[in-house]
């Protein structure tokens, strides 16, 4: 038995009642009172370390950190906000464009809810296209609404968009496109294009026909694939499957040598993020079955998929374009959260054969923000908290942020994922309001920190210039001469 059991004085514990202190067993037996005289000699020897510890603990608190209460948090978050307003912004994940683009995703959303903070109706928009545009109304109805497209209705090209990047503070921007449009700037936007398709060249009725979500999902990665096709000059899947992995090389090389300075996958729109690791040879083998026609099943198909991805996450590392990887809820009505739980890849992520790729896991994980900081690490794994302050309240991304800043504040990258959800909602305004919720949320995150003593305002702004610039500046190759043509 645990001598907490024995000790005198003790109150509440397992098997006594409270507020009593229980009772000494008799002693019946000179073994007895040998084991007892033992017995109380030990009860000494743990009410003395007890002491010590008791006496020793408050100043081994106060070395740590200490409790914020009575700490002027607002005095330091605004001496934090004027110095987090003026750091330029490294933005690592956004789709830029127009709504009537096409080429701004390879694919689209389709019908379903929309999340509280990303309707039309939040109140946060009319402030964005005030501080944008200088709109005028307090409504976006129909007749206010068309004021606002006239203001990107001549598009006068890469001056719009740098003009929208330097109202936000943004100094970069990565623009995850099909391609890049003569209205963005190569300087400013840097291309992140899309490899999904690779993993979906046979007949695809079985994810089709899965649910109105796929219906939409699928038939646009089988443009995207015949689209590199058609770049690659193929009227056909190639014979062998040692062509068809040819085929995607040239595809990637190709598309670094036109700006591309990483590779992206939303496959978690389209199936599990949990990859097994087939022989080549059992890939090899669907590919000849199934390349001219008839239907996997989805055994076979998922077989094929996992071998392709690893493929191209290898070929990722050795063409040193980082893997971004959509690894969050959220998008139609069909997503599935166990599907796409970030912890699925942890095989990937903790394989050594990729220690030379690097993996930027877009969205955070959330809902899975506090096991996915522990995927980072690994020294080639990064999170961005892309979507996440879109989709939240600065009062709950704070707690995000703070929870990453406490354990690897040199792995998390901001990310706005601007987009055209609507006419209404660009890309404009959705950097708007990301760039704005990030730094009010990290300011009061590094506040917090500060007044509990965890760090140094100096510190505290170090970690600040990493999240919002520095670290992604590092991760992405720097711009060459003579990229970026269309």
């Not at 389709?110 to 005028?136: I, V």
Request: charged share 20%; glycine share 6%.
């Amino acid at each position: 038995m645990s001598p907490w059991y024995d000790w005198p004085g003790t109150v509440g514990g397992r098997g006594a009642r409270p507020g009593r202190t229980p009772p000494v067993p008799a002693v019946r037996t000179s073994g007895n009172r040998q084991r007892l005289s033992k017995a109380s000699s030990l009860r000494c020897l743990y009410s003395a370390l007890l002491g010590i510890a008791l006496v020793l603990l408050p100043v081994r608190l106060c070395a740590q950190a200490r409790p914020s209460r009575g700490t002027d948090l607002q005095a330091i978050y605004q001496a934090l906000i004027g110095k987090i307003d003026g750091i330029p912004i490294f933005d690592d994940h956004a789709h830029p464009g127009f709504s009537d683009d096409p080429n701004v995703d390879a694919m689209t959303s389709p019908p379903g809810s929309s999340p509280l903070r990303l309707r039309e109706t939040n109140p946060e928009f009319l402030q964005a296209a005030r501080a944008l545009f200088h709109y005028p109304y307090s409504d976006f109805s129909p007749a206010h609404e068309a004021w606002l497209l006239r203001q990107t209705a001549d598009r006068p090209g890469i001056a719009y968009w740098d003009r929208i990047l330097d109202q936000c503070g943004i100094e970069t921007s990565l623009a995850n496109r099909v391609d890049m449009p003569d209205y963005l700037d190569p300087k400013r936007f840097r291309w992140v294009f899309f490899v999904d398709s690779f993993l979906f060249p046979f007949d695809n009725r079985s994810f089709i026909n899965r649910n109105p979500d796929e219906a939409v999902y699928i038939p646009l990665q089988e443009k995207m694939l015949h689209r590199y096709m058609q770049q690659a000059a193929l009227g056909r899947l190639p014979d062998t499957f040692s062509d068809y992995l040819t085929f995607i090389t040239q595809i990637l090389e190709r598309n670094k040598r036109r700006g591309g300075i990483a590779i992206k996958f939303e496959i978690a729109y389209f199936r599990s993020l949990n990859f097994s690791d087939p022989p080549r040879a059992a890939a090899a083998a669907i590919y000849v079955r199934y390349r001219h026609g008839g239907l996997p099943d989805p055994a076979e198909y998922k077989t094929f998929q996992d071998y392709v991805f690893r493929y191209l996450i290898r070929e990722g590392g050795r063409l040193h374009l980082p893997v971004n990887i959509h690894t969050a809820a959220v998008g139609g009505d069909y997503f599935s959260l166990q599907k796409s739980n970030i912890l699925n890849l942890e095989n990937i992520l903790r394989d050594p054969r990729y220690l030379h790729t690097t993996f930027v896991l877009l969205h955070g994980g959330y809902p899975y923000d506090r096991q996915a900081i522990w995927l980072t690490a690994m020294r080639n794994v990064y999170l961005d908290s892309s979507e996440i302050e879109l989709l939240l309240y600065p009062s709950e991304f704070t707690r995000i942020l703070k929870d990453w800043l406490e354990i690897y504040p040199d792995k998390v990258m901001f990310g706005s994922d601007a987009y055209p959800y609507s006419k209404i909602i660009g890309a404009e305004e959705g950097y708007w309001l990301g760039v704005r919720s990030a730094r009010q949320s990290l300011a009061w995150a590094l506040a917090q920190m500060i007044g509990d003593h965890e760090i140094t305002e100096a510190e505290a702004l170090e970690m600040a210039h990493s999240y919002l610039h520095d670290t992604a500046a590092r991760l992405y190759s720097p711009i060459r001469e003579g990229v970026g043509s269309r």
